[in-house]
């Protein structure tokens, strides 16, 4: 599949992970070589599972117990660390806090992923046209990604600035005045759409880089086999484009999703600016941890917050691979 | 040993081992982290460590200046991993928790400040002491109370309060806001929201809900915050703060620290910080309001920033030492001659200005002699009262339901102290 990628091209991504194929022994190797065979994988995982088991597996393990226990982040040693049984977690469903962000969450992720991917998909094809300055427009798309999440975010609630912000002149001037300034950090109602609206504009980039590099992986001759046959442009998007973007499409998806569930520092940089709207109308689950855990201390309790979440996330991934069966030929 | 140390210098130098460092090597370093207040502050501080260093050759004291905003999140990280500084400055309610999680060490055994202890102002002994030991010590107590611009309060037709006696009631201070909206005031009462989400909250608004008769958490014991913070008088409290952003009295999203300044608002309820900024800005029009009587009686907040050694201090009498020359009268009157702040020794107090009787920032004083002033919560739950508190208030002036929020507030504050075994001291 990649064999049509052109390799002048300056960005280009891999699409499909190649997939680990354990040792394949033929059946002439006498058995103690078989043996070495089968161990040969490991040797060659050992340096990545090592750091996958100290940095994720037991970490993880570690908030699992930690969850089921009152620890504090910097206590009086005298008093020590106890078991609490459920009690972080009949707190933690008890709390209006958690519903609301887990909704902040779900409502990010469902209107997000979507619009992000479409526009990401039309971003690619349209800077995939082999027109001058396209190479600009890939630069320009790709540039919101490449700045750093804080920095957008101080910029954007400066955009979005109450009475004379740009936003609002914007919002303004396509009303033709119908529409009045707005305050959208304050209002609680706006502020979510608020942040999407960066997050898409800061984030879009990527995703167009994967679809750009999923396109380009497309052979040619199907193009011309499609145009012999009379299919219209429209066409050859709907019967050629897409099916052959199935893979890329997927991997999209997915990452997203992943990526709009961790939203932290775009909320994280609003709730620090000013005052803005109740924090339960924009608060995400990973931002109600780092507080619950790091500002007030309560380890065992963001522990709780962070199994519940994971379980959250790998359900969906879960979900989501069931429904979008990913084409592995390789 | 000024002598002793050059003489070992020439000593080295005749040798001729040309190792001239001598002097560098006996120094001892003090690390010491502030909060960056006001420019005018931060100048002051600088110059004290300056000062201090070319004092003296045995110590060498090293500032480190953090932002005020995560300024507490930096402690607990540095706590974590053991590299607190030799000298920490933090907000005086804070000293029951770092005390209690012996973050701090405390002072009464240093003999340096011995004669400090015995000068510190009464409020200021009161908020540095836990489980009876002196654990902090501050060059200043604040001021809370109402700068009033005179030139639109009188043109409002509105009684100017010159002394706490005179404190104006509920209704006449409804009635001020009112006249000075319909006297074309965009925003007639700056609360400085412009701070955003922090300390500010609660040591500004926490006197408006002590005054109505309500307070953050039950002082008898300290063991709830059920009925205190969410009691009816609480709920009142805050109900009348979120009407007044309602009403266009305060401007709750303002990011300008200014409105004051430019008589976009008549009157400013801040601390005794912007004295000189004010001053600078509106001459004699500038007048200092006792804080209102809300309630039954007029309340408002004490308290300040303060210093403490660390338990990660190597060299806890060399920092003894700095903390002596910082509450020097000399020192403590250089700083609160810029941020206008109530010198935080009876020495300091009496030789300045602008605190003597008739000076500007009067009211003050008398506030604080008066026992109008309040210090917050004296309890290691304190940094778990104070962010739900301010949380509280956040999403009130947002528009939130008054009730809840400061039920929500009274059951995390109740969680926090059962998570803490209610806090025990040996």
């Not at chain 1, 992970?17 to 040969?40: C, E, M, V």
């Amino acid at each position: 599949m990649h064999k049509a990628l052109k390799t002048s091209e300056p960005y280009r991504i891999m699409t499909s992970n190649p997939a680990l194929t354990s040792g394949a022994s033929a059946p002439s190797i006498p058995s103690s070589a078989k043996r070495k065979g089968r161990l040969t994988p490991w040797f060659f995982a050992a340096p990545g599972l090592t750091l996958l088991l100290l940095f994720l597996v037991l970490p993880f393990l570690l908030a699992l117990v930690l969850s089921f226990t009152d620890q504090r982040l910097v206590t009086n040693e005298e008093i020590g660390t106890h078991f609490v049984g459920l009690r972080n977690y009949i707190r933690l469903f008890d709390d209006d806090s958690f519903w609301a962000a887990l909704r902040n969450n779900f409502f990010f992720v469902v209107i997000v992923t979507p619009i992000q991917s479409a526009l990401a998909l039309l971003l690619a094809l349209l800077v995939n046209q082999k027109l001058a300055g396209a190479r600009i427009f890939r630069t320009i798309y790709f540039m919101p990604v490449a700045t750093t999440m804080a920095v957008v975010a101080v910029v954007w609630s400066l955009l979005y600035a109450p009475d004379q912000g740009v936003i609002n002149r914007l919002v303004g001037v396509l009303s033709f005045g119908m529409v009045g300034p707005q305050d959208w950090l304050r209002n609680p109602t706006l502020v979510m759409p608020a942040v999407m609206l960066l997050s898409i504009w800061q984030g879009v980039g990527f995703q167009m880089l994967v679809f750009l590099a999923g396109l380009q992986s497309i052979p040619l001759d199907l193009y011309e086999a499609a145009k012999l046959d009379g299919a219209t442009a429209r066409q050859q998007f709907l019967y050629v484009t897409l099916p052959m973007l199935k893979n890329t499409t997927i991997f999209v998806l997915i990452t997203t999703t992943i990526y709009a569930f961790q939203l932290f520092t775009q909320v994280q940089i609003i709730a620090n600016s000013g005052t803005p709207a109740p924090v339960d109308s924009f608060r995400t689950m990973v931002m109600l941890m780092v507080q619950e855990g790091f500002s007030n201390g309560k380890i065992g309790y963001a522990s709780a917050i962070s199994v519940v979440f994971f379980l959250i996330v790998l359900a969906i991934s879960l979900v989501q691979r069931l429904l979008l069966k990913e084409e592995r030929a390789v | 040993m000024h002598v002793n140390k050059n003489w070992f210098v020439k000593v080295v130098g005749f040798v001729g081992l040309g190792v001239a460092s001598g002097a560098a090597l006996a120094e001892t370093p003090v690390s010491m982290w502030v909060h960056s207040g006001p420019g005018p502050e931060r100048e002051v501080y600088a110059a004290a460590v300056k000062s201090f260093n070319d004092s003296q050759k045995d110590i060498k004291l090293e500032l480190v200046a953090l932002p005020e905003g995560s300024y507490s999140d930096q402690i607990n990280a540095a706590a974590l991993a053991r590299k607190l500084p030799c000298i920490l400055d933090f907000d005086g309610p804070n000293v029951y928790n770092y005390a209690w999680t012996k973050k701090i060490i405390p002072l009464d055994d240093f003999a340096e400040l011995k004669p400090i202890k015995a000068d510190l102002l009464p409020s200021l002994l009161r908020q540095g002491t836990f489980n009876k030991k002196l654990y902090s010590v501050g060059q200043y107590d604040s001021g809370l109370a109402i700068w009033g611009n005179k030139k639109l309060l009188t043109k409002a037709g509105i009684r100017i309060p010159a002394k706490v006696s005179e404190a104006w009631t509920f209704a006449e201070f409804e009635d001020a806001l009112k006249k000075l909206k319909a006297a074309g005031v965009a925003y007639p009462l700056d609360m400085k929201f412009n701070y955003g989400f922090g300390e500010w909250f609660t040591y500004g608004f926490s006197p408006i809900v002590q005054s109505f008769g309500g307070d953050l958490i039950n002082r008898n014991g300290f063991k709830t915050a059920q009925g205190a913070i969410n009691g009816p008088e609480a709920v009142r409290a805050m109900t009348t703060l979120q009407n007044w952003t309602k009403n266009g009295y305060v401007n709750a999203s303002t990011h300008d620290d200014g409105d004051f300044v430019k008589g976009t608002a008549a009157l400013s309820y801040v601390g005794h910080w912007t004295y000189s900024d004010y001053k600078k800005a509106l001459g004699n029009d500038l007048v200092l309001i006792p804080m209102p009587k809300f309630g039954k009686k007029a309340v408002t907040g004490a308290g300040s920033w303060n210093f403490g050694i660390t338990a990660d201090c190597k060299d806890p009498r060399a920092a003894a030492k700095v903390i002596g020359h910082l509450m020097s009268s000399a020192q403590i009157l250089q700083l609160t001659d810029v941020n206008g702040a109530i010198p935080g020794t009876m020495t300091a107090l009496k030789a300045s200005k602008n605190y003597a009787a008739g000076g500007p920032l009067a009211i003050y004083a008398e506030q604080a002699t008066e026992h109008v002033s309040l210090v917050r919560p004296e309890t290691p739950a304190y940094p778990a009262i104070t962010s739900a508190f301010a949380e509280a208030v956040k999403n009130i002036v947002a528009g939130s339901d008054v009730k809840k929020e400061l039920d929500k507030a009274a059951k995390k504050i109740d969680q926090n102290i059962e998570d803490n075994n209610g806090y025990p001291v040996k």
